[in-house]
């Protein structure tokens, strides 16, 4: 049966009908439930409307009966006043039955429904416990004496006028369960529905309809059969008084048979029908369709197959049914839309979708076909031209003008480029192509470049105005500059960079000198991080000394010993480091260093003593970020105060070019600086462009002046003009000076002259290890 098409068709259109009838069965399953949970929300708003209606009467009798209590007209239950009154405000309230007001001796004299004569109800506990414990009681659930019927008492003192504690009696109201029968006879319960009230007992003292004989459910929440053979579900609630326990209790059982009997006749019918239907359908399947599904589905299979073998289909002959005919011209449309996306991938995976010219893996394969063609036997030059300051122009202009100036440019590029092998945008601002033959050689090559130049020079008019650029180019030459793919791209990239160096709008050729730094700058780098790992930094400590000649700060300055080249000066490997990054880990550990041989140095020059660190430009914009991890650094640990009033061990020193450079998130750093006590001094005063301004606005504490200037002091006479003037300047703006550089007594006398608050040199002291620095002692 398994091995035909029919067979397998009639399996799974079984499969298919079971499964059907298993939704019905399903369905009809979900409905009873459905109708039973109906049920059960209905029967629970019955009783939970019940429950509620008899805690508001709880609540409005209490209130009523504590009003009640406090009328004058009350305080004698004995006298005719009180029989008057109480016998007038009891028709007034529906709600209650009777009212009356027994006297302390537990005898109702005066009630709101006329008496043959006095009645004791001193044996009811709720009216001596209102009695004895002053307060409102209830009596549950139980038959009124007076009308017979099920009902709910209330007590409340009643309090003799002119004494708070003296009780004259109780006012006691009587609620009829009536409004629970005229709930339930207009909540249309199903028929055969059955309500109860018990007593605290457990006890039924009322039913609905009246007269049923009360039947204990064994279960709640659930369908339960009765000795009455009627299917229910019942719904219990409780009502608790004011000291929690059962007053009375509200059971409603709703009958389902009904409901449920018209649930099984609906789907009964439902089940009739479809089985009809089914049967009409297999005919209608075993003569119009098996028939005519075996061929078609063959040729399908043919076009699948050979869609498959990326074979062109071409026009094929109508099968001649609508469907079948459908599913052919999809594989037909199918054939036609591969065929395009195919050719649309290659196309998009080779050309830059902005430009329209090719781009970096079109590039990359193009120049590994010459390389292999080639083979070394002619030059190949690789020309990269990046735009100078265009990431200003997309910041200012927008990126919607920064993507038509690159459209501009590609297609001058392309219209003066003729006989370039291949011009591709690398991404971003790159631009790159490929020359072949005598243009490849050097001299031929940079005066193409000379013409780039002059094209990317030339003015862009758009929309918003007019945009003038320039380009920084960069050549290498296969195979003098690189024996593959990589090393010429590398090579190009790094002449490119020169050229930024060298000023940009200008064109580099890759040489010797720039692989050699190229190199060192990879040897550097490794060398740094080794540094880092190996411990091979160590700090130098230089005096700073008043006027007295007291010390009264430490400069802390980093040292590399490295392990084969010896000892490397700062200048050599502070600025990579800053260009690379890492200089966020060294100064991590110069910081780290300085606090540890802070403790050490206050211990024998005293608490005052400060260590100024150097603080990079790259520390302040990357490092110190947004939750001032630079700042948390800084504070040294045995500070005892916080804030702007204490004085940090340790001293931040930055550069002029940082605060002419600086951004918001490095004057917001500086800032928080100040507010914390951490004090900030300007190195190398007088080497580059600052002004007043800068000085005021960030709270500078001290100026440091460049050493340049101090060992000129002797023979220069502007060099005297000059320090004097920075340090009037200075005291007048509130700021301390330390001129650095001292090498002699003649500059530390002209210095103290001019008013110089502190000296730095060596003409003190040179750098010196942790250990020499806590033996410092001035000689001089």
Not at 85 to 90: H, K, L
Not at 337 to 349: D, G, V
Not at 387 to 411: C, Q
């Amino acid at each position: 049966m398994f091995n035909t098409l029919v067979g397998r068709l009639y399996f799974l259109s079984g499969l298919i009908i079971a499964s059907f009838y298993l939704l019905i069965y399903l369905s009809f399953d979900y409905s009873r439930v459905i109708v039973k949970d109906e049920l059960l929300k209905a029967a629970q708003l019955v009783s939970h409307q019940a429950v509620e209606n008899q805690e508001y009467l709880v609540e409005s009798t209490e209130a009523f009966l504590t009003s009640l209590a406090s009328l004058p007209q009350i305080q004698n239950p004995d006298s005719e006043l009180c029989r008057e009154f109480v016998s007038n405000i009891t028709p007034l309230f529906e709600r209650y039955v009777n009212i009356g007001v027994p006297n302390k001796q537990g005898i109702l004299t005066c009630n709101g429904t006329e008496l043959s004569s006095s009645v004791n109800v001193n044996d009811r506990e709720y009216i001596s416990k209102a009695i004895t414990e002053h307060r409102f009681t209830t009596s549950g659930l139980h038959f009124d004496r007076a009308t017979g019927a099920p009902a709910i008492n209330f007590a409340y003192p009643v309090k003799i006028e002119l004494s708070t504690e003296e009780i004259a009696g109780t006012a006691v109201a009587v609620v009829s369960l009536d409004w629970w029968s005229a709930l339930l006879s207009n909540s249309k319960l199903p028929d055969q529905s059955v309500a109860y009230v018990l007593d605290s007992e457990g006890n039924a003292l009322a039913s609905f309809p009246a007269g049923v004989e009360f039947e204990q459910p064994s279960s709640f929440d659930s369908i339960w059969k009765g000795s009455d053979d009627v299917n229910r579900v019942f719904i219990k609630h409780q009502v608790l008084g004011s000291d929690g326990l059962v007053l009375l209790s509200f059971i409603t059982g709703v009958a389902v048979d009904g409901s449920l009997s018209r649930v099984n006749n609906r789907y009964t019918f439902i089940v009739v029908i479809f089985s009809t239907l089914v049967v009409v359908i297999l005919l209608l399947m075993r003569v119009f369709f098996v028939g005519a599904i075996a061929q078609p589905l063959h040729k399908l299979s043919d076009l699948a197959l050979r869609l498959g073998r990326n074979e062109v289909i071409g026009t094929v002959q109508p099968i001649g049914i609508k469907e079948m005919d459908g599913l052919q011209d999809s594989f037909v449309e199918m054939e036609k839309r591969k065929s395009e996306a195919e050719r649309r991938i290659i196309l998009q995976t080779q050309i830059d979708s902005l430009t329209g010219i090719t781009n970096r893996d079109a590039f990359n394969r193009a120049l590994t076909e010459v390389f292999q063609v080639n083979d070394g036997r002619e030059e190949i030059a690789v020309i990269l031209i990046d735009l100078d300051n265009f990431k200003e122009i997309n910041d200012t202009r927008g990126h919607e003008m920064g993507d038509e100036i690159l459209k501009v440019t590609a297609s001058r590029l392309v219209n003066q480029l003729i006989t370039a092998k291949l011009l591709s945008r690398l991404g971003g601002d790159e631009f790159i192509f490929i020359l072949e033959g005598d243009e490849a050689k050097e001299h031929d090559a940079l005066v193409l470049c000379d013409r780039v130049q002059s094209i990317i020079k030339q003015p862009i008019l758009l929309e918003h105005g007019e945009v003038m650029l320039t380009a920084s180019v960069g050549v290498s030459i296969y195979p003098h500059d690189g024996q593959d793919v990589r090393s010429i791209l590398s090579a190009a990239d790094q002449a490119m960079y020169h050229a930024k160096q060298s000023g940009r709008s200008t064109t580099r050729r890759f040489n010797k000198e720039l692989k050699d730094d190229l190199i060192a700058k990879m040897e550097l780098a490794q060398d740094l991080r080794e540094a880092i790992l190996n411990e091979e930094f160590y700090l130098l400590y230089q005096p700073i000394l008043d006027k007295n000649g007291n010390v009264i700060k430490f400069e802390a300055l980093i040292r590399w010993q490295h392990p084969t080249k010896g000892l490397v000066p700062p200048d050599q490997f502070i600025a990579f480091a800053e260009e690379s990054g890492q200089i966020i880990e060294v100064g991590h550990w110069v910081i780290q260093e300085a606090k540890r041989a802070l403790k050490a140095i206050q211990e024998v020059h005293g608490k005052h003593v400060q260590i100024s660190v150097n603080v990079s430009p790259v520390q302040l914009s990357q490092y110190q970020g947004e939750k001032g991890q630079l700042l948390e650094e800084l504070l040294a640990e045995n500070s005892d105060e916080q804030g702007a009033q204490s004085q940090n061990g340790l001293v931040v020193e930055i550069t002029e070019n940082l605060l002419m450079n600086s951004d918001e998130s490095t004057r917001n750093a500086l800032l928080a600086f100040r507010s914390q006590g951490v004090q900030v001094a300007l190195d190398d005063f007088g080497t580059g462009y600052s002004s007043l301004a800068y000085i005021m606005n960030y709270d500078i504490d001290y100026l440091k002046i460049d050493q340049s200037f101090v060992q000129k002091l002797e023979g220069e006479k502007a060099s005297q003009t000059l320090c004097e003037a920075i340090i009037s300047m200075a005291h007048a703006l509130g700021v301390a000076v330390i001129a650095e550089g001292v090498e002699t007594q003649k500059q530390a006398d002209l210095l103290l002259g001019y008013h110089c608050d502190y000296l730095q040199g060596f003409y003190f002291s040179r750098p010196i290890p942790l250990d020499q620095a806590l033996l410092y002692k001035r000689e001089k």
